[in-house]
């Protein structure tokens, strides 16, 4: 009798939700599926599942529809009011749990397209596709190639988007990234004494010939090709565009010493959690000049510390196109060198060193340092053919060998 009364005082948008669960609930218990393993009852469950959240989604947009009271006039956006309202204007929507349909008035008058006001109150795309499955296609994109990600998509969800159509959205998603990271912009200084991190890295990315800088593109043209449908390996130069990632972020300092860094330190005193980063602003560009990238960091850098009070410290890769050059690279500091730059890269190692002055003090550090500790592991895996110390053609730390330690020091000494 409860059961029956809490159908009768339902609403009939969800009779077919009812149904589909009703359904899914009699399939449990047949005879059959008592008999199944647990993964063909997981198979089951999220194939009559899918099919009940679409039917639910449907219900209610059926009950949205049904609610939707007459307006006596609609303005659009371009300022024209539509008087003349038109019932039961049908729209497929495409959802994650599959194919739903949208009833809903519209509003016209002649020479102007029509407006649907539901629409622009569920938000709706342009498209067929909705937004839970505009994302999902995003993220699967990112993975891989697009027809893996159309396979993924049918896999995983009761939507369908084709290959083509998965092109076309991912565009579209693409181009709110600009205004994304804008809208991150620091509008106010900070208050904090903590030093100002700066960081950039660039990535050279694989283009097409079109897509790739002009002087890259010339280039990239006179060059031959061994194979017709793509590069063999030794060609991605000329091929490649960079992308640059900046960042900034304040941090509080963590002083620690070179042994505690190596792991050298006698004692064990008990260690201070990590500082975190706060107000960390990422964003990154293929597109524009790295140039551009390392002025809007700096000018992130100055709406967040526009009186430079602040240690500033700049992390940059062995990319010399995005060191800051000059007075016009970056802002103009103090003497006493509060920006601080560390440069990565090992291929600039014995041009960094050759630059320090002649009465630097080197101190020797032990062999049971943690590079040491690494060619240790190294030892343990060689290939076959290769000495205890890896892949390099002298035993490291020798003086031979253009790499190590010896070496160093013998260009600092020139």
Same mark, same amino acid.
């Given at each position: 009798?409860? /059961?029956?009364? +809490?159908?009768?005082?339902?609403?009939?948008?969800?009779?077919?939700?009812?149904?589909?669960?009703?359904? !899914?609930?009699?399939?449990?218990?047949?005879?059959?599926?008592?008999?199944?393993?647990?993964?063909?009852?997981?198979? !089951?469950?999220?194939?009559?599942?899918?099919?009940?959240?679409?039917?639910?989604?449907?219900?209610?947009?059926?009950?949205?529809?049904?609610?939707?009271?007459?307006?006596?006039?609609?303005?659009?956006?371009?300022?024209?009011?539509?008087?003349?309202?038109?019932?039961?204007?049908?729209?497929?929507?495409?959802?994650?749990? =599959?194919?739903? @349909?949208?009833?809903?008035?519209?509003?016209?008058?002649? *020479?102007?397209?029509?407006?649907?006001?539901?629409?622009?109150? +569920?938000?709706?795309?342009?498209?067929?596709?909705?937004?839970?499955?505009?994302?999902?296609?995003?993220?699967?994109? &990112?993975? =891989?190639?697009?027809?893996?990600?159309? @396979?993924?998509?049918?896999?995983?969800? =009761?939507?369908?988007?084709?290959?083509? /159509?998965?092109?076309?959205?991912?565009?579209?998603?693409?181009?709110?990234?600009?205004?994304?990271?804008?809208?991150?912009?620091?509008?106010?200084?900070?208050?904090?004494?903590?030093? +100002?991190?700066?960081?950039?890295? *660039?990535?050279?990315?694989?283009?097409?010939?079109?897509?790739?800088?002009?002087?890259?593109?010339? &280039?990239?043209?006179?060059? %031959?090709?061994?194979?017709?449908?793509?590069?063999?390996?030794?060609?991605?130069?000329?091929?490649?565009?960079?992308?640059?990632?900046?960042?900034?972020?304040?941090?509080?300092?963590?002083?620690?010493?070179?042994?505690?860094?190596?792991?050298?330190?006698?004692?064990?005193?008990?260690?201070?959690?990590? &500082?975190?980063?706060?107000?960390?602003?990422?964003?990154?560009?293929?597109?524009?000049?790295?140039?551009?990238?390392?002025?809007? !960091?700096?000018?992130?850098?100055?709406?967040?510390?526009?009186?430079?009070?602040?240690?500033?410290?700049?992390?940059?890769?062995?990319?010399?196109?995005?060191?800051?050059?000059?007075?016009?690279?970056?802002?103009?500091?103090?003497?006493? #060198?509060?920006?601080?730059?560390?440069? =990565?890269?090992? *291929? %600039? !190692?014995?041009? +960094?060193?050759?630059?320090?002055?002649?009465?630097?003090?080197?101190?020797?550090?032990? %062999?049971?340092?943690?590079?040491?500790?690494?060619? #240790?592991?190294?030892?343990?895996?060689?290939?076959?053919?290769?000495?205890?110390?890896?892949?390099?053609?002298?035993?490291?730390?020798?003086?031979?060998?253009?790499?190590?330690?010896?070496?160093?020091?013998?260009?600092?000494?020139?």
């Amino acid at each position: 009798m409860t /059961q029956a009364y +809490l159908i009768h005082q339902g609403l009939e948008e969800f009779a077919a939700a009812r149904e589909q669960f009703s359904h !899914l609930i009699g399939e449990l218990q047949s005879a059959p599926v008592l008999g199944m393993e647990h993964g063909d009852v997981e198979a !089951l469950i999220s194939r009559e599942g899918t099919e009940l959240l679409r039917r639910l989604l449907q219900g209610h947009l059926d009950l949205r529809s049904a609610r939707e009271h007459e307006r006596e006039a609609v303005t659009g956006s371009d300022g024209v009011a539509r008087s003349r309202c038109r019932e039961g204007c049908a729209r497929d929507l495409m959802s994650v749990f =599959g194919a739903v @349909q949208i009833r809903r008035r519209g509003y016209g008058t002649l *020479g102007v397209s029509s407006v649907f006001p539901l629409d622009a109150e +569920l938000n709706l795309p342009a498209d067929k596709y909705s937004h839970g499955l505009r994302q999902r296609v995003a993220q699967e994109v &990112a993975k =891989g190639s697009f027809d893996a990600a159309v @396979q993924s998509i049918e896999r995983g969800t =009761g939507g369908k988007v084709p290959k083509r /159509q998965a092109e076309t959205v991912s565009v579209e998603i693409s181009q709110d990234f600009e205004a994304f990271y804008a809208s991150r912009q620091a509008s106010e200084p900070e208050a904090t004494a903590d030093p +100002l991190v700066l960081s950039e890295d *660039g990535k050279g990315i694989v283009m097409r010939t079109e897509g790739l800088r002009e002087g890259t593109r010339k &280039a990239a043209e006179r060059s %031959r090709h061994k194979l017709k449908t793509r590069l063999s390996r030794g060609e991605k130069k000329n091929r490649k565009r960079m992308a640059m990632v900046a960042a900034v972020y304040s941090v509080a300092p963590q002083i620690r010493s070179a042994e505690a860094v190596m792991g050298l330190e006698t004692e064990s005193p008990e260690r201070a959690p990590r &500082a975190r980063a706060r107000n960390k602003r990422v964003w990154a560009s293929v597109e524009r000049d790295p140039s551009v990238v390392t002025a809007e !960091l700096f000018a992130e850098a100055q709406r967040r510390d526009p009186e430079q009070r602040r240690p500033w410290v700049m992390l940059v890769d062995g990319h010399v196109a995005t060191w800051p050059r000059g007075r016009g690279d970056a802002p103009q500091r103090d003497p006493t #060198g509060t920006v601080q730059r560390a440069a =990565g890269g090992g *291929g %600039r !190692l014995r041009g +960094l060193l050759a630059r320090l002055p002649r009465h630097a003090a080197l101190r020797r550090v032990s %062999r049971s340092g943690l590079a040491d500790r690494h060619r #240790g592991h190294r030892r343990g895996l060689s290939a076959p053919g290769q000495g205890p110390d890896g892949p390099h053609r002298c035993p490291l730390g020798s003086a031979t060998c253009r790499g190590g330690p010896q070496a160093a020091l013998a260009a600092i000494e020139r």
